[in-house]
């Protein structure tokens, strides 16, 4: 696309590339800077290489609205710079909004780099990636500062590597999904509050170091998720406040620019706000290789200030349609996944059928209904049984992922093993009957780092996991049962290849609350897993078990076995469905507390 359609494309809020105009980029003789300031009095350029203020250098106002420029012979790879801007209340200095590489905070300035020395050896995976609707999903997410340290430092890109990518690859994870990497000067928001749209954040290395992580995960096997946050941007001067003396990149009414967070919205009527967040998007996914995008806080697109009360704010929804539709155009195997706790319909329908595009939608009401179940008293789930069955009224409605994420592990909430009722091993029997339950329901997995070691300390974006706790027999058992039960997921497709085809689920008895015993099948053409969930102490040395087909069952997983923490109390051998109550049905052996899979393999059974 030549500059002349790519600024027209800029000003009509549908530009994918604006990255590759605005921001600093090299050529022949040097560097070109561009940026975008309408209402900017005068824009002068200072950094490394003029000395800061002691020769700035004005910018020209272009023949293209709003927009300014200056080509620099003198400017180098990693030079820091910022604009300076002239506004009716005097000069003010700002970052890049476009630019690829920031100082390490404190610092605030951008800095130089040449994006297009960036090289990738992952064809084969860009070329064989989908967006997994058929396919297993299980997703790792990690905040890249709180994994591990080396040291009093937290691991780099290059550390991380070296070692999270291993270990993602035992544990039997699909995807990583990275909170946000993109600039921001706060540790504590964990880059939720963005400063630099376009810039990998220094803290653990530099772009080439992300590119290379992100490559060999590609190499592995392993897709990446991005979180992204469209819906507002910090207040520090050095941002997009006021970027040039005016409400350019927020609301001008104040009720409408302040957000929730401390922070400023967007001003998603904008065109030239869209395009700068819609080429954000394709920037992660162009130059970076991302294989999905999450979107955060979707909610508060949708509603003006995520309040339903105060109706649905269309230039937003006009806004996520359009990035939704234009991405997957760019990048046909992409995933788009929204975090969203609204009840808003249709959001991961198609926009051709009135829908806001997204591939996939995190299920928080079934997060909550089945958090909430399971830190219920026994004595008292017999009223909370609906809770656990009720995913399954809405669940075909949209495209459904479970998140066991990280805001289910902070502000006092207890982390997913801590929020399990009874006693220390009560705790673990159950948490590992949630898991079992979690990996057998329909829809995509996601679990935050540390679910997975059992980790009863709330994430702190200061401290690496508590790795110390896998020296602890059972933290180290229920290591081990999360493995087997990602590999489990993993190598049987009946557990995923009809996650939104209603025929891939039935339920067995969903009734059951006297004894708060669940069962339910998934199933393909080849298999199915008869998932039996008991949720109270009470022991069945015999529990007949409705089967969907005759024949031969045997035991795939049982969460009371002596390797996973417990006590034994298992199936051994073949299991015969017999006639009786059902068609046919299995008499089990069912532990306190436990969830057990038994697989059937078809032959031309329907």
């Given at each position: 696309m030549n500059q002349v359609d790519l600024v027209s494309s800029f000003h009509q809020g549908h530009c994918l590339d604006a990255y590759h105009f605005f921001g600093v980029h090299p050529d022949e003789k040097g560097y070109v800077f561009r940026v975008y300031a309408p209402h900017a009095g005068n824009v002068c350029l200072i950094g490394d290489f003029t000395g800061w203020y002691d020769n700035p250098i004005p910018m020209e106002r272009t023949e293209f609205t709003g927009i300014w420029q200056v080509h620099v012979d003198n400017a180098k790879q990693w030079d820091c710079y910022k604009y300076h801007i002239l506004t009716d209340k005097g000069w003010i200095d700002k970052a890049d909004p476009y630019a690829f590489y920031a100082e390490t905070r404190p610092g605030t300035a951008s800095k130089i780099v040449d994006l297009s020395l960036i090289r990738y050896t992952d064809q084969k995976w860009m070329e064989k990636r989908s967006r997994n609707s058929d396919k297993p999903m299980n997703i790792y997410e990690v905040y890249a500062g709180g994994w591990k340290h080396a040291g009093e430092f937290p691991y780099s890109y290059a550390e991380l590597e070296k070692e999270l990518i291993p270990y993602v690859k035992k544990m039997g994870f699909t995807h990583i999904e990275m909170m946000p990497l993109n600039e921001y000067p706060f540790d504590g928001s964990w880059g939720y509050q963005a400063s630099g749209y376009y810039a990998v954040t220094s803290?653990?290395?530099?772009?080439?170091?992300?590119a290379s992580f992100v490559n060999a995960c590609h190499k592995a096997g392993i897709g990446v998720i991005m979180d992204m946050v469209p819906v507002h941007f910090v207040k520090d001067t050095f941002g997009l406040a006021y970027f040039d003396g005016s409400p350019l990149y927020e609301y001008a009414k104040d009720e409408d620019a302040q957000s929730q967070w401390g922070t400023l919205n967007f001003n998603l009527w904008s065109e030239e706000v869209r395009s700068f967040l819609i080429s954000a998007a394709a920037f992660w996914c162009d130059v970076y290789h991302m294989d999905g995008?999450?979107?955060?806080?979707?909610?508060?697109?949708?509603?003006?200030?995520?309040?339903?009360?105060?109706?649905t704010n269309e230039g937003a929804l006009y806004f996520i349609k359009r990035l939704n539709y234009l991405l997957h155009q760019k990048f046909p195997s992409l995933m788009m996944i929204a975090e969203d706790s609204s009840d808003y319909p249709k959001v991961t329908w198609d926009t051709e059928e009135g829908g806001l595009g997204f591939d996939y939608k995190w299920d928080l009401g079934w997060m909550n209904d089945t958090l909430k179940y399971y830190a219920t008293d026994p004595l008292f789930r017999i009223w909370d049984h609906h809770k656990i069955t009720f995913s399954m009224h809405y669940f075909n409605s949209e495209r459904f992922l479970l998140p066991l994420s990280h805001d289910e592990n902070v502000h006092g909430k207890k982390t997913i093993v801590d929020r399990m009722w009874g006693s220390y091993e009560e705790k673990f029997a159950q948490v590992r009957n949630l898991y079992a339950y979690m990996y057998a329901h329909p829809g995509k997995k996601l679990n935050f780092m540390g679910n997975e070691i059992a980790s009863f300390r709330e994430f702190d974006e200061k401290k690496e996991l508590d790795w110390f706790l896998l020296d602890y027999p059972m933290h180290d058992a229920f290591h081990k049962f999360f493995a087997k039960l990602n590999e489990i997921y993993g190598d049987h497709p009946c557990l995923w290849e009809k996650d939104y085809d209603p025929a891939g689920f039935r339920w067995i008895d969903a009734d059951n609350a006297k004894q708060s015993v669940f069962s339910f099948?998934?199933?393909?053409?080849?298999?199915?897993i008869v998932v039996v969930l008991n949720c109270t102490g009470a022991e069945y040395p015999v529990f007949g078990v409705g089967v969907p087909y005759k024949g031969e069952y045997e035991e795939l997983l049982n969460t009371d076995s002596v390797c996973f923490g417990g006590k034994d109390r298992i199936n051994y051998g073949?299991?015969?469905?017999?006639?009786?109550?059902?068609?046919?049905?299995?008499?089990?052996?069912?532990a306190p507390w436990s969830a057990v899979y038994l697989i059937h393999r078809k032959k031309g059974e329907s």
């Open positions: 803290r653990y290395g530099n772009p080439y170091e992300y995008i999450r979107m955060d806080a979707v909610s508060n697109l949708i509603y003006w200030g995520g309040n339903s009360s105060r109706g099948y998934r199933q393909n053409k080849d298999e199915v073949k299991l015969s469905a017999v006639k009786g109550e059902w068609d046919q049905y299995l008499p089990i052996r069912l």
